[in-house]
């Protein structure tokens, strides 16, 4: 079975099929939705391998609610700078970091805004300097970071950061994931479509065309930042943009509905908002789920740049997400 029989609504739109097709005959486009392939009928040869890998028809199972775990903290930058400017704390940035400058990892793998709120983009970069842009804070539009794998070196080891949708699907394809030395994965309930994004910029009309956007920093939970070209900037707490924007998942993808991931339950390391400290910690810290001993040595590896508190409770850590992965756990049971 090839692509041409994929059901539109299970496409996560992650780039998959674009990187493992051998005939060019995928390439990743955007409609008023989200990301999604496009056939070139000339080159398909129908050889299925591009269906064998779809993280959404191919569905993985996990342990639990939350997937396997060694161990959970919480932990932010050391750098205050970094920490205060980052969606949660700077851990995920700060770890990246410290693999580059110990040569742990040759690149890195993240997605970015850009000065198009419809255009992010993924880059693969050696620099410690790119990870410390405030367009790296959490994107909450629709991605496709899987397309750039295509171009991954196989004699280098690479960090990937990515959603839960984006990771399992590298568990599907063992090729591409052999050249990845660790994976970051964030947890997500579901990723809005660019509908969501039309409704607030056309409510930002009057200021012009919308152009750079940074949904959170600046403290925690953060401020969603509209960045005008007339030069005129429009801001918002991003609890109130998230909730008066998108309450009740209005804008959420077709496939969000049915997804069974929530906690980046394949990820070596899965990272979080620890929101049952809302109102405590303002400057940011992220909950960090330590899945196997990779993500452990990863942790070890740049402990001396975060702060680190271990997990007693774990219950009341995943408080707020235990609400969160009882939908995904609902997906689990109709998927079996």
Known sequence: MGFRYVDRQKC?????CHCVCRFDAIEMVKDEFSFVPSLIEDNCTDCGE??????GINILDYP?????IKRSIICAAKNETIRHAASSGGACR???AALLDKGLVDKVIVTRATDD????????????????SDRLNSIYSPTSPLAA????????KYAFVGLPCHIAGLELCPEIKQNIFVTLGIFCHHTPSFKFIDRFINDLAENGEAGAMRYRGDGWPGTTIVSHRS????????????????????FQLSRCGECTYYSAEFADIAIGDPWHLLGQDKDGSSLVLIRNKKGEDVINASESLLTIKEVTNFEEAMQFHELNSQIKQQNKIRKD
Do not use: H
């Open 12 to 16: 996560v739109g992650c780039g998959l």
């Open 50 to 55: 591009c269906s064998k890998v779809c993280p």
């Open 64 to 68: 639990g609610k939350f997937g396997s």
């Open 94 to 96: 700060t770890i990246l």
């Open 117 to 132: 709120p419809y255009q992010p983009e993924t880059i693969i970069t050696d620099k410690i300097s790119d990870l410390m």
């Open 149 to 156: 794998l295509k171009s991954l070196d196989k004699g280098l």
């Open 231 to 250: 030069g005129v900037k429009s801001e918002f707490s991003f609890i109130d943009m998230w909730y008066k924007y998108n309450n009740g998942r209005a």
